[in-house]
């Protein structure tokens, strides 16, 4: 609530108050919300180190959301020494329970060859996964391997459509 300013004024230090106190109860979705917190430095002084360790916390439980941030950590490389193949590691475990941006994360993957060996089907078959719960990333992503015949035959068509979802979600890229 106090993240959002839902019903209270916003103020992200509060959210981080009770994301803290639920996460160090176990909560699985406050240690992921307040590892988010600690990631972007909202709230709290930015500390990759404390985001990871509460990402951690929460993807031991089995959090998704978690996963994914996981997947983002080792392949950026920020916080812990860079592994594209131990991304690809958390954003299949994130993209298998239905992780929309894990899939997408996984599609970009395989498209690019980074961490797993180079597949433009797979690529498609994620972001398509990613593209049907409505990200936009992987809607435009899709809409690139139309419109280039990767993975999928040429198809303008195809390619058009996917760009105007994504439009209409006002994703700058698309």
Same mark, same amino acid.
């Given at each position: 609530? /106090?993240?959002?300013?839902?019903?209270? $004024?916003?103020?992200?230090? @509060?959210?981080?108050?009770?994301?803290?106190?639920?996460? &160090?109860?176990?909560?699985?979705?406050?240690q992921y919300n307040l590892g988010v917190m600690y990631w972007r430095g909202h709230g709290v002084e930015q500390s990759d180190t404390h985001a990871i360790t509460w990402? @951690?916390?929460?993807?031991?439980?089995?959090e998704a959301l978690a996963w994914n941030y996981l997947g983002v950590v080792y392949r950026d490389g920020r916080g812990v020494d860079q592994s594209v193949t131990q991304? $690809?590691?958390?954003? *299949?475990?994130?993209?298998?329970?239905?992780? $929309? $941006?894990? #899939? !997408?994360?996984?599609?970009?993957?395989?498209?690019?060859?980074?961490?797993?060996?180079?597949?433009?089907?797979?690529?498609? &078959?994620?972001? #398509?996964?990613?593209?049907? #719960?409505?990200?936009?990333?992987?809607?435009?992503?899709?809409?690139?391997?139309?419109? @280039?015949? @990767?993975?999928? !035959? /040429? !198809?303008?068509?195809?390619?058009?459509?996917?760009?105007?979802?994504?439009?209409? *979600?006002?994703?700058?890229?698309?």
């Open positions: 609530m /106090y993240y959002h300013g839902r019903g209270v $004024a916003q103020s992200s230090s @509060r959210a981080v108050e009770f994301y803290r106190m639920s996460a &160090e109860q176990g909560d699985a979705v406050a990402y @951690r916390k929460a993807a031991e439980q089995g991304a $690809a590691l958390w954003f *299949q475990k994130a993209a298998d329970q239905g992780s $929309a $941006a894990a #899939q !997408n994360n996984l599609g970009v993957l395989y498209r690019d060859g980074r961490g797993v060996p180079r597949s433009y089907q797979l690529a498609v &078959e994620w972001f #398509q996964k990613s593209a049907d #719960q409505g990200w936009a990333a992987a809607q435009v992503n899709l809409g690139y391997m139309y419109a @280039r015949g @990767r993975g999928v !035959n /040429y !198809n303008d068509t195809a390619a058009i459509k996917w760009f105007r979802k994504a439009a209409d *979600q006002d994703y700058a890229e698309a």
